[in-house]
């Protein structure tokens, strides 16, 4: 994705067509409407656009299986073009005029709040997101604001920040200074590296927000550099932040930098230049290999035209599967019963099933018959808590030469045991 804006005739066409892209129906009196708010254009529209390919992929793949009830799956996509406001209206239509009875969205955390707090935890709606990873999605499952409705299918930014703290002092950036993206994303990803990072012996120098959509970070870049850090930890998206990387080079800034998951990005790597990358490092949510990886990874490129490793395409694939399987274990498509129908399909007791046609074919025949499934995604084994978070690994990795090469993982144990043992005593066990 380059840091010019799509045509609006361009953006007009991707939704049209990702409204259009369910198969044809068996029987035309017998679908169900999944609702998505999706970032399809606007500051995370790379993100979107590889999420909601996922998304009508999984929904394909589950139709071809049969379909819920021996109904098809079909969608109402609407694009937040990356704006709470925007997504919060697009949300109301979907949920008050359309009835939907479950939405998919957003991508990321500045939309996704708004539409749980405005919209559907009061409308007591089930909602899945691929990508949104604030820390305050899970407070508000914890204090029941979210109603148990609020799923996810990527790791909490207070696992990332700890992550992200670690691998820095690893690669030896013990003084560094933080630009962050301020919006809900970005200040709770900066709060959590922030204590992670001081705790384990690290100094940050300065850390500065920065407004999104700006044609210019230069006044941000300046203030930063003059605090005289030894390298940069970069939370943002790929438009922006290659506007600001950019400016940071160019101002003389070091080159070591630590990135978001959201910047593990071919088109941000083009934007900057690869010759200027080769001491940035980052983090992302990681995967526990499946067959469902393997299917994946092997159909994505074909269906979609994109690289499967772009940034939320995988948990986007399985946040569409569960959907379809939820609605599938639901005995009628409403809010409380497909809410309920989300455990009877990650049930770690149930009968394993992976990804495809085949795979839910064989997922729908049991969940018929009363049984409960176990749906090992693309991304692993998926098992949500009370709060809707999933736990799992971290990828650690490097851009080399312009390409994003893996160097190490780090396991959810592992995080977990990093995370007790950085909290403070009196903390120790406390709700967050």
Not at 388 to 417: H, Y
Request: with cysteine; charged share 20%.
């Amino acid at each position: 994705m380059t840091d010019r804006p799509l045509p609006r005739s361009l953006a007009a066409f991707l939704v049209a067509t990702l409204c259009g892209l369910a198969p044809v129906a068996r029987g035309a009196d017998c679908t169900v409407t999944v609702g998505m708010v999706l970032e399809l254009t606007g500051t995370a529209g790379a993100y979107g656009q590889a999420a909601a390919k996922s998304l009508e992929m999984a929904f394909r793949d589950v139709n071809a299986a049969g379909g819920p009830h021996g109904c098809r799956i079909v969608t109402d996509t609407r694009d937040s073009q990356s704006q709470p406001t925007v997504a919060v209206d697009a949300a109301n239509q979907l949920v008050q005029i359309r009835k939907v009875p479950v939405l998919v969205g957003g991508i990321i955390s500045s939309t996704t709040l708004p539409i749980l707090t405005s919209v559907t935890a009061p409308a007591r709606i089930v909602q899945v997101s691929p990508a949104a990873s604030s820390p305050r999605l899970t407070e508000l499952g914890r204090d029941g604001r979210s109603g148990g409705l609020f799923f996810r299918t990527i790791t909490s930014d207070a696992l990332q920040g700890t992550v992200a703290a670690r691998y820095a002092l690893d690669q030896g950036m013990r003084r560094i200074a933080v630009i962050y993206v301020n919006n809900d994303f970005g200040t709770e990803l900066e709060r959590e590296f922030a204590r992670a990072y001081r705790a384990l012996g690290g100094t940050i120098v300065v850390a500065t927000p920065y407004n999104e959509r700006q044609g210019s970070y230069a006044a941000e870049v300046s203030t930063t550099l003059g605090a005289g850090a030894e390298a940069l930890y970069l939370i943002s998206t790929p438009v922006d932040g290659a506007t600001i990387a950019r400016s940071w080079i160019s101002q003389g800034g070091p080159r070591r930098m630590l990135l978001n998951d959201g910047m593990n990005s071919a088109d941000f790597v083009a934007a900057v230049g690869a010759k200027y990358l080769n001491e940035a490092y980052g983090t992302s949510s990681g995967t526990t290999p499946s067959p469902s990886t393997a299917y994946f990874n092997a159909e994505y490129r074909a269906y979609a035209h994109l690289d499967p490793a772009s940034p939320a395409a995988d948990r986007a694939y399985d946040a569409g599967a569960l959907v379809g399987l939820a609605l599938a274990a639901a005995p009628r498509a409403e809010p409380a019963a497909i809410r309920a129908a989300m455990a009877r399909v990650t049930d770690p007791k149930g009968t394993v099933v992976h990804a495809g046609k085949a795979e839910f074919a064989r997922a729908l025949e049991l969940l018929k018959a009363g049984k409960t499934v176990r749906y090992e995604g693309v991304i692993g084994p998926v098992a949500f808590d009370k709060a809707g978070d999933i736990t799992g690994p971290f990828r650690l990795w490097r851009i080399r030469d312009g390409a994003f090469t893996t160097v190490g993982e780090m396991s959810a144990e592992s995080v977990a045991q990093l995370n007790a043992r950085l909290a403070p005593p009196q903390a120790t066990g406390a709700r967050r």
